[in-house]
């Protein structure tokens, strides 16, 4: 084991780089868990559920087909026009092979775009509550981070006025997620019409529209950003198979995105992993191809989920609620317990309630000071409702504690 404080050693980039909260929160958990402590984990943002039988026969075919082999660093060309019928179908976006690239999961495809577009002191917008890793990539490439406040009235979306008023002659890029994670507020086709006619006004700037959780939407059917043809030369889609097709082990994310920044993040990729595995990307053209019967069912348990444990969140007083219309997540406000005690512990802010929550009650979250926001905390309810039902015991046992 190396030191991390061993400054002389390792680069300022590493030292000075925050560990991913969601997966150091998942590790705690683990840790207790070793210890025998029965800890409930609703921190890990990952589907309960086992990749679909059809996924896993093809990856079996493919490792007896001899798919063992180095294959095209932006991804094997069938898998790409896979993809591309899946924006087609999914999306009505078209792309072209060309302009897709496959990642090692989203996350590299999300790192590889802010690589090949931020230079050193361009600013790139983030929406609060964002996803932990955009400002820790942000940071690794010397971008400056701009966030934009939003308001758990208004289901912590941001409005075409905020981004105008942020954007400068500085500005390079806009990441943001529909369904969001950590909030799952979706964006309507017409709150996302309002950024792009934002975005049209500046020539120089990109969009990330981070998809991931396009099949875990309970309302009206997806919208993707890149669907407003006067920016789409701007816009990069990202998706991947992790969340809708209970894949988040395989490793498989992708992006559409204009012709030369797809080859720019081919380039990119090349030095550092070259393209995801060879098994994975033949199972990713069953997923994208095949029946999306079980994505449709794993989507109707996480409804069911998400209303459970909404109901029984409202039942515990000071914990403040909104309905979130997608992903698998929830991220009430629990300032109201700030500055209480239980006689021995003193929550001073939501990284202290989170650590109370997961030593006291064991149940294991993440902070929203992660996510950019210090009043809220993101709960997963990719569990099963016994599990919820569990948890928010604890949790409301634990809360009403504090006075
Ligand atoms: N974007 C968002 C919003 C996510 O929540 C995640 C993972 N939970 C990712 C990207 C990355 O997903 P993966 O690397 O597993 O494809
Ligand atoms: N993205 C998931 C989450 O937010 C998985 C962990 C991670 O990749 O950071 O919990």
Redesign the pocket.
Known sequence: MYDLTVKQQLSDRITNLAESATLKMAALSRELKGQGIDVITLSL??PDFDTPEHIREAAKAAIDGGYTHYTPVPGYKDLREAVCLKFKRDNNLDYTPEQIVVST????S?ANVVFCLVNPGEEVLLPIPY?V?YAAQIELAQGVIKEITTDIDKEFKVTPEQLDAAITENTKLIIF?SPC?PTGSVYTKEELRGIAEVVAKYENLYVVA?E??EHINYGDKHESLAQFDFIKDRVIT?N?L??GFAM?GW???FIGAPLPIAKACTKMQGQFTSATCSIAQRAAIAALTGSLDATHAMKAEFHKRRDLLLGLLNDIPGVKTYVPKGAFYIFPDVSHYFGKSDGETTIENVDDLCMYLLNKAHVSLVTGSAFGNDQCLRISYAASEDILIEAAKRIKEYLGKLV
């Open positions: 943002g990952e999961g989203a996350k590299q999300i996803w890793s997620s994670n981070d991931i959780y990202v991947g992790s969340k988040t490793r498989l994310g």
